[in-house]
């Protein structure tokens, strides 16, 4: 996605923006700006530093608070160009405030604190605009995490480490272990096993059935019955077959798109009675 489009991206470029700023205002609590009482009273601008450290500064104070917000400044630089906050300087162009902060430190500034500090105001107010933005346009989305419990509590771990198609052959797994202990069945393979989990025959001995809640003559249970006969051994064959055999990687799109299909089925599982062979006469319950 887009960086501009994204606003968790931009939220968190924001809150790097913030941190520059403290940072920065942290560190000149150790300065005196150029014509404040303790500076030159003005005078040399644009020849001496904008600031000057206090008396009574600590040199490895400064050095300390300084690397602070040259850390601060490397996470912040991106809202500079999405926000256009770049400050005219004459006879130089415009100068990225953030990345060239420390001038205001050194002789012939091309900065004063104010440029630097507004500028970050400035950003923060642009990145809360686009912030704004991006949440409006973007489609809604549901992440991975959201897919049911046994999908994602197979992929997770294989996920977060881009492992997608691992993630995808696990949540299948998981989800044929979720069919056989409701079922019971451990004795046929796994396509099998879906086939004749949802079969349309009455079931028998050792063999249960699912099958959608309500009336099996009402027209939507029926079609969901009929549905899931296809749909879960067509899933079966078409994605844990083909992540288990199959070469090479997917993509994070591909794969997303197999879970889902998995959480779905893992969700009807779920949803479906479990319908077993009444019990022989003379037989124990």
């Known amino acids: 996605m887009e960086a501009r489009k994204n606003p968790e991206y931009l939220k968190r470029l924001a809150t790097a923006v913030t941190d520059f700023r403290e940072a920065l205002v942290d560190l000149l609590e150790l300065y005196v700006e150029n014509g404040e009482a303790g500076g030159l009273g003005g005078f040399a601008r644009g020849i001496a530093p904008a600031v000057f450290p ?8 400064i050095e300390r608070r300084q690397a602070r917000v040259s850390r601060a400044a490397g996470l912040a630089a991106a809202a500079v160009p999405l926000t256009n906050v770049g400050v005219g300087v004459q006879g130089v162009g415009v100068v990225d405030p953030i990345a060239a902060w420390q001038t205001i430190t050194r002789p012939k500034p091309l900065l004063e604190v104010v440029d630097v500090l507004g500028a970050c105001d400035q950003a923060l107010g642009g990145l809360d605009g686009l912030i704004l933005q991006a949440e409006a346009e973007r489609p809604p989305t549901i992440g991975a995490e959201a897919m049911h ?27 044929a272990l979720l069919v056989k202990t409701r079922t019971g069945r451990n004795d046929v393979p796994d396509t099998s096993l879906w086939q004749e989990a949802f079969s349309d025959k009455e079931p028998a001995p050792g063999k249960p059935r699912l099958r959608w809640p309500g009336d099996p003559a009402n027209r939507d249970v029926s ?54 062979a009444p019990a022989r006469p003379g037989k124990a319950n």
Request: proline fraction near 2%; glycine fraction near 6%.
């Open 223 to 276: 079609s969901m019955n009929g549905g899931l006969r296809f749909y879960a051994p067509g899933v079966q064959m078409t994605i844990r077959n083909s992540v288990a055999h199959g070469a090479g990687q997917l993509d994070e799109q591909a794969a997303v798109e197999r879970l889902a299909a998995l959480s779905l089925l893992a969700r009807w599982v779920d949803e479906c009675d479990l319908i077993e």
């Open 149 to 175: 419990p046994t999908v994602w509590g197979a992929a997770s771990r294989l996920w977060r480490d881009r492992h997608f198609r691992e993630a995808v052959a696990a949540a299948a797994e998981a989800v």
């Open 54 to 61: 206090r008396e009574d500064a600590s040199k490895a104070e």
